[in-house]
């Protein structure tokens, strides 16, 4: 069993000031970049995957062959949301208790052994029942290598390396639907198309549970890829980050506190928003694209558009910031693309204009994915906040997958004027979230600038409880 994630293991001794340019210290964190972030890249390509596939196979037949009609569909692909929420915390219990590589290894196993189980659901109540349990094994994935970022980089790179994860999302849509084409010619009688779909993805999954286990690590001390002056140069560069935002493990009695602060929830919001269209995407794209006229295989294979296009917007979402010298105005301009893709799937019939809008869709969703997360868990400060932005950042990252379960409906077919409304709305409450997390931004950095705390007569403890208040610590637009 591994240490504990709460222990004093996480919070760093202090060594030598290190210059962030160090070439050492850069190629520690290229290191861990092609070890611990690109293993956590491929874990979340494979839950891409493994969330696509439901309405993959819609259109090869699980609709008709599991004698569902109606909703039922929505139905089955909003249920792991209820468990996927309720066992968010204790499956980051279980995390803290027995440590990322042990646990997050566990979960994948499990979430593809049940997505191979699916392959033998014969109704809607097989599917639904395996659905439940997909989506508490899920729970604790993406909290974990979220989790798992911030204890292994510093501010300045949490944005990059976020939108690097979640830029896992759209590479699974991207191979996913050319994937699920390919595995549908297989020839066998013993299983339908849709059900090799679930079969050799979940497969993919599970075997790649046992590679997680070998590669990842809880901590940069634990780590056997780096040498042992690689981890003394991170550990002093996360040391001098802590001390502008605490260095106390997380204090489960000041997230009370915290719970109020409006930040937390209107950058968490723009997570939400975002996963209007990125669900779309993952869920639906093939339904919509079939709708239009294609062939069910064709359907699976043109998905891979709007994936690259949804790849493109999350890769480049990690220097909208530094082009746009602010979060805000990346955020806008991510909008301002979903704004236009919704309008044109509204208000255009020709079906080469809807598939690009549904690229344009995906290119600005996925932008809001990479860059939303990484703004928000830049201003944390400290390991309390961190712990509470994350868990409300998947909340309502999930909350927006399960409404977005139910925008798209078979009696909307083939125009689906509702769903395509709702993500219109889903752009225009992004907007209006990150307009508000910019103007809170703003005045509390001026109120910092104006009266800052004195921190003379302070204990080194009372100066690490401080996180956000410490008067070197500033907000990032």
């Known amino acids: 069993m591994s240490d504990d994630l709460t222990d ?218 780096l040498s042992q002056q690689e981890k003394d140069l991170i550990n002093s560069q996360m040391a001098e980050e802590q001390a502008q935002g605490g260095k106390k493990p997380v204090n489960y009695r000041r997230l009370l506190s915290f719970a109020k602060d409006p930040l937390i929830y209107t950058l968490a919001l723009i997570l939400f928003c975002a996963n209007f269209g990125v669900n779309t995407i993952l869920t639906f794209a093939a339904i919509i694209v079939k709708e239009m006229g294609y062939s069910p295989g064709a359907s699976q294979a043109m998905q891979a558009a709007p994936g690259i296009c949804g790849f493109i917007g999350i890769l480049l979402s990690r220097y909208y910031p530094k082009w746009f010298r602010s979060h805000y105005f990346s955020s806008l301009f991510c909008s301002a693309w979903l704004v236009i893709g919704s309008a044109v799937l509204l208000g255009v019939t020709n079906n080469g204009a809807r598939i690009f809008a549904l690229c344009m869709l995906s290119f600005g969703a996925f932008g809001n994915v990479g860059m939303g997360p990484g703004w928000l868990m830049s201003n944390v400060g400290g390991p309390t906040r961190a712990a509470l932005a994350g868990a409300m950042n998947v909340i309502l990252g999930g909350l927006g997958g399960l409404c977005t379960s139910y925008i798209y409906r078979n009696k909307d077919a083939p125009k689906y004027i509702f769903g395509h409304g709702m993500n219109m709305f889903a752009a225009l409450l992004c907007i209006l979230t990150a307009t508000a997390s910019h103007l809170i931004i703003a005045r509390r950095n001026k109120q910092k600038e104006a009266n800052p705390i004195d921190i003379s007569g302070m204990t080194q403890e009372q100066i690490d409880d401080l996180e956000t208040d410490h008067p070197d610590f500033r907000y990032v637009d």
Do not use: H
């Not at 439901?54 to 039922?72: H, I, P, Q």
């Not at 204790?90 to 392959?119: D, E, H, Q, Y």
């Open 8 to 225: 004093t293991k996480v919070v760093y001794e202090e060594k030598q000031t290190v210059n962030a340019n160090d070439p050492k210290l850069k190629w520690a964190f290229r290191k861990v970049d092609m070890t611990l972030l690109f293993i956590i890249f491929l874990s979340n390509v494979l839950n891409s995957m493994d969330r696509a596939n439901l309405g993959l196979s819609k259109v090869d037949g699980l609709e008709r062959d599991t004698g569902m009609s109606g909703s039922d569909f929505n139905v089955v692909a909003s249920i792991m949301y209820p468990t996927y929420l309720l066992f968010m915390l204790p499956s980051n219990l279980l995390l803290r208790k027995f440590g990322a590589r042990i646990w997050l290894s566990l979960i994948t196993v499990v979430w593809g052994v049940i997505n191979m189980c699916m392959a033998f659901a014969k109704n809607r109540t097989d599917l639904i029942l395996c659905r439940l349990f997909l989506g508490a094994a899920e729970s604790g994935a993406t909290p974990g290598a979220l989790m798992l970022i911030t204890l292994w980089y510093p501010r300045r790179m949490v944005t990059s390396r976020v939108a690097l994860f979640y830029s896992a999302f759209a590479a699974g849509a991207i191979i996913g639907g050319p994937i699920a084409s390919g595995i549908r010619k297989i020839d066998n009688p013993r299983f339908r198309a849709w059900e090799w779909i679930f079969f050799v993805e979940g497969l993919l999954t599970a075997g790649f549970g046992f590679v997680m286990y070998i590669f990842l690590a809880d901590y940069p001390d634990k780590s056997w890829i």
